[in-house]
């Protein structure tokens, strides 16, 4: 299994990122997609995740701004990032789940700054 994030970059306060999170090895919709993300000098923290079903959850701090979208035909977990602010600022991972298996991407950078 691979996961392989890309999409960062920098972008200014107000800003819009798309980050993609490409899975291969896993099929359809057999797995779950956790986004995490990691700031200078702070904890890795988890960001939003959906479920094989579609279920989708994510945590407060980014309600109403962040949307993820499932293509199980593509094997793709897009996280959508409008409204960004410079707290959201960091390393995005891609985490693909399957009930005890757990892969990781190698990690994203997005830069909110002006």
């Known amino acids: 299994v691979q996961v392989v994030e890309s999409g960062g970059g920098l972008v200014q306060p107000g800003g819009s990122l798309r980050l993609s999170c490409e899975v291969s090895?896993?099929?359809?919709?057999?797995?779950?997609v956790i986004w995490h993300r990691q700031a200078p000098g702070q904890q890795r923290e988890w960001v939003a995740s959906?479920?094989?079903?579609?279920?989708?959850k994510f945590v407060d701090s980014v309600k109403g701004r962040f949307t993820i979208y499932r293509d199980n035909a593509k094997n793709t977990v897009d996280l959508q990032m409008n409204g960004l602010k410079p707290e959201d600022t960091g390393v995005y991972y891609c985490e693909a789940v399957r009930g005890t298996l757990s892969y990781w991407g190698q990690g994203t950078q997005v830069t909110v700054s002006s």
């Open positions: 090895g896993f099929a359809g919709n057999s797995y779950g």
């Open positions: 959906v479920g094989g079903t579609g279920a989708r």
